[in-house]
């Protein structure tokens, strides 16, 4: 069955402290994984699209990394206005949904 | 705006009641999802449109929930005889592609 755990389920950083969040997936052929922000009481806002195991893809303080087994969000020199719930997807080749993780609450300190 | 527009943004209704939520997508977006999300979860698929036609409905949408997408536009979901266990963020997405969702801002449902 295709599933999504992420880790950790919270995390607090001082502003400006890096730190990685991970997702683990298990799918029957990739299609591709997605990583999402979502702050409180809105829907959750597009960051990456990643397909295949190596790939990596940049924006701002964000970089997500993806191999054959789990993705990982690194978070370089955070502020205040990085804290969100960050969400990992993946969409399998054979059908259209997308199978979402619990998240990870970020929050950083200033 | 030429974002996702769902309606209304909260609802709060009792026990027994129906309900009926407004999405409307990204216009040159064929493809229409819906999703529910309750506190501390990440979203559940409910169902998918292409077009006008649905054509991929989750278990989770049991035969109190029915969702239309009338000439391929905007879609509606129906919550009949709402439950306690109803109350979530009810999310809708749209996209052109098979990857790439944007989803609204979400219905949130409070069934008291």
Same mark, same amino acid.
């Given at each position: 069955e295709d599933q999504v755990t992420q880790s950790p389920e919270a995390l607090r950083l001082q502003e400006g402290e890096s730190s990685s969040l991970n997702c683990s997936y298990t799918v029957s052929g990739l299609r591709g994984l997605f990583w999402y922000r979502q702050d409180p009481g809105k829907g959750p806002e597009f960051l990456f699209t990643l397909y295949s195991a190596?790939?990596?893809?940049?924006?701002?303080?964000? +970089?997500? &990394?993806?191999? +054959? +087994?789990?993705?990982?969000?690194?978070? &370089?020199?955070? +502020?205040?206005?990085?804290?969100?719930?960050?969400?990992?997807?993946?969409?399998?080749?054979?059908?259209?949904?997308?199978?979402?993780? &619990?998240? &990870?609450?970020?929050?950083v300190i200033p | 705006d030429t974002g996702v527009s769902q309606d209304p943004r909260h609802k709060i209704t009792k026990r027994g009641q129906n309900v009926t939520f407004r999405c409307d997508p990204i216009s040159e977006h064929n493809r229409l999802y819906w999703y529910r999300q309750t506190l501390g979860q990440g979203p559940e698929f409910l169902t998918y449109f292409q077009n006008e036609a649905q054509l991929e409905k989750s278990r989770l949408l049991s035969d109190r929930f029915s969702a239309e997408r009338p000439k391929g536009s905007f879609s509606t979901l129906e919550i009949q005889r709402t439950e306690q266990g109803d109350s979530a963020m009810y999310l809708c997405a749209s996209s052109l592609v098979q990857y790439g969702y944007t989803f609204g801002s979400g219905t949130r449902l409070t069934v008291v």
């Open positions: 190596g790939e990596e893809k940049e924006k701002e303080r964000l +970089k997500a &990394t993806l191999t +054959k +087994k789990e993705s990982f969000l690194h978070i &370089t020199a955070p +502020k205040p206005e990085d804290s969100a719930t960050y969400l990992c997807a993946v969409q399998a080749r054979a059908g259209n949904q997308f199978y979402f993780g &619990t998240g &990870t609450s970020l929050t | -």
